[in-house]
């Protein structure tokens, strides 16, 4: 395996840094609305909403720049199934970033919500007002909420596990910061 | 770790500790977010909790002002408002609107005359999808100055210790002109013959991005005719539904909307200090309501008049009401959308009456 890429793409690395502020942001935010009544509630929901959207495009965009790039092999040395582990963990998150911001716009467009991004800024409801559907739109992103960070901290624990315990590299490519892709020796 | 010869578990255990210390700090600073650790925080579920009666809540229905009508007709804009907010509502034209005549009650088989403050909530829309909902009552002003103070007075209504009201108005002395507007103001026997107001002072942006805070009441066009609450509750415990419904069919009903602008130094947080007489109004066009609605068949139901939802143009003030009405009706909505079994759906429209 002389050659092999190591690392994620230069892009790859700046979207899933800049989608983990996003998406922890979100997830803060997210708890902390909705156990509040003072004013700081207006902002943010506006933030919630404004953001969520932004980590759908950014989610989308994310995965067609992984289906382009692929990923850097695990090691070689990593057992079965925790190489199982992280491509279902994986997978799982891309599920969620995606699915999260779909599911509260379909449940504000079951709750006849105006979507509001900023001032002027709105996006077309994508359901008709039902409440068995707001329920059900409801109970799953409240629920995936708490499984997304759930998911999000076992990621972290796995990454720190590869940076700390195994070293093995798996941590550096994607937190590396020099530049681009590098060529190592094989295992 | 100095000693590079020292066996590898115990680095492992370091770095073990480290990674669950870690996690730890983040599973305990999205508890903090979360308000786990803040028993104080008051939340949208504890507001809605408390405005249950002791008998429990109306499931299926709203939380507060249960019981209510719907209406559809039109906002018939005359251009003046442009003034005052860059709002496509003000440009002069007529845009559509649903909404809902209703009564300040948990209770949504409350009969007429045993609740005294009557609301309305209100949803325009322009062609370009621009919202704005809005929900007003027709007291002149709001009870209490303070959220914390409007959850206190919940809960002295449903102590049982029998000084608690006692305590609360000592506490909150803005509660007394209130309980003099319950004595003196005159009741009506119909939704049509009664002022909606803003009660919380939004603000305005006009073209040039001057700001002006803003209090807005729909006043009614239709002759008031005061009636004892007495003279009332003989008419029956669903008299207004069934005058309102009569009163349409015959001819639609007009309120006039008025915006009035705060002078420098009015107060725009407190919505139990209603502003001095004297102030600028501005008279912005007429809600025009032609067609009435049985809530359970009218597109009322469907809809959550929070005031917080405001086209651009307008957008809350330093006034703490409307972000708490719209976190606690957000949570009423969740509640009663899920209770939809409850809901009387099945029950014949017919009798008028309901169970």
Known sequence: MIG????????????????????LTMLFIGVGMVSTIAPKYLPLLATHKALGIVILVLALLRLGVRVRSGAPPL????????????????????????????????????????????GDIRLPPILPQNDTL??????????????????????LAAALFHALIRRDGVFESMAAVHHGTELVPGE | MTDPSAPPPRYGLGSLLLIAAILAAGVGSFAYAAGWF??????????????APASGPSLGHRRNHAKGICFTG??????????????????????PVLGRFNLGTADA???????RVRGMGLQITTPDGAMWRAAMIDLPFFPVATVEAFYELLQAGQSKEPDAMKTFVAAHPEFATFGGWAKSAPWTASYAEEPYNSLDAFIFVDKSGTE???????????????????????????????????????????????????DPGDPTADPSKAWPDGRRTVQAGTLVVDKIETERDGPCRDINFDPTILPDGIHVSDDPFPAARSAAYARSYDLRTSEVKDYPYQQSAATGTRP
């Open chain 1, 134 to 155: 707001h329920t059900l739109l409801w109970n799953a992103h409240f629920y995936l909420a708490f499984a997304f960070f759930a998911l999000i901290l076992l990621h």
């Open chain 1, 75 to 118: 090691p070689a040395s990593l057992p079965e199934p925790m190489k199982l582990a992280a491509q279902l963990s994986h997978w799982a998150l891309y599920a969620l970033m995606i699915g999260m911001p779909l599911i509260g716009w379909a449940m504000l467009s079951a709750g006849a919500y105006p979507v509001v991004l900023y």
């Open chain 2, 38 to 51: 803040s028993p104080d925080r008051l939340t949208p579920t504890e507001i809605i909790d408390a405005l």
């Open chain 2, 109 to 115: 088989n409350a009969p007429d005359a045993t609740v």
């Open chain 2, 74 to 95: 039109a906002f018939d804009s005359n251009g003046n408002g442009e003034e005052i907010s860059r709002t496509v509502v003000f440009r002069r034209g007529q845009y």
């Open chain 1, 4 to 23: 092999r890429e190591r690392n994620f793409t230069v892009s790859q690395r700046i979207l899933h840094w800049l989608m983990a502020i996003c998406i």
């Open chain 2, 212 to 262: 002006h805070a803003v209090r807005w009441s729909f006043l009614p066009q239709a002759q008031v005719v005061p009636i004892t609450a007495e003279a009332l509750a003989k008419l029956g415990p669903n008299h207004l539904e069934q005058e309102i419904t009569e009163r349409v069919a015959k001819s639609p009903q007009r309120w006039t909307l008025t915006l009035t602008l705060a």
